[in-house]
Nanobody, 127 residues
Framework: QVQLVESGGGLVQAGGSLRLSCAAS????????MAWFRQAPGKERDVVAG????????YDANSVKGRFTISRDNAKNAVYLQMNSLKTGDTGVYYC????????????????????WGQGTQVTVPS
């Protein structure tokens, strides 16, 4: 089991940058694939980026390719989302999520894969 706590959200002008962090507690963090999801007001919670247990494999949604970068530090039990060139469409609550994979190479693509969730952190990019 793993507990997740996000931080780093806030209000940023369009074109700016933010770095989200997700701190994990519990056992065997390196056995989990991790992902960031975003939920905009009135919309579904969709994956933004995912990373395999080792960090060697990543996935980026088309809407954030070239702007967002997911990374992880297994020694610190943490996963990050560097967000650059932010747009108003990036506004939403960002959630960290985990899926137990062991050493199987996988990146998270859907909500249903994730058993563990953080409480979310708000990112607002005003128009």
């Amino acid at each position: 089991q793993v507990q997740l706590v996000e931080s780093g959200g806030g209000l940023v002008q369009a074109g700016g940058s933010l770095r989200l962090s997700c701190a994990a507690s519990g056992r065997a963090f390196s056995s989990y694939a991790m992902a960031w999801f975003r939920q905009a007001p009135g919309k579904e919670r969709d994956v933004v980026a995912g990373i395999s247990w080792s960090g060697d494999n990543t996935y980026d949604a088309n809407s954030v390719k070239g702007r967002f970068t997911i990374s992880r530090d297994n020694a610190k039990n943490a996963v990050y989302l560097q967000m650059n060139s932010l747009k108003t469409g990036d506004t939403g609550v960002y959630y960290c999520a985990a899926r137990l994979t062991g050493t199987y190479i996988a990146t998270i693509r859907t909500r249903s894969e994730c058993r563990y969730w953080g409480q979310g952190t708000q990112v607002t990019v005003p128009s």
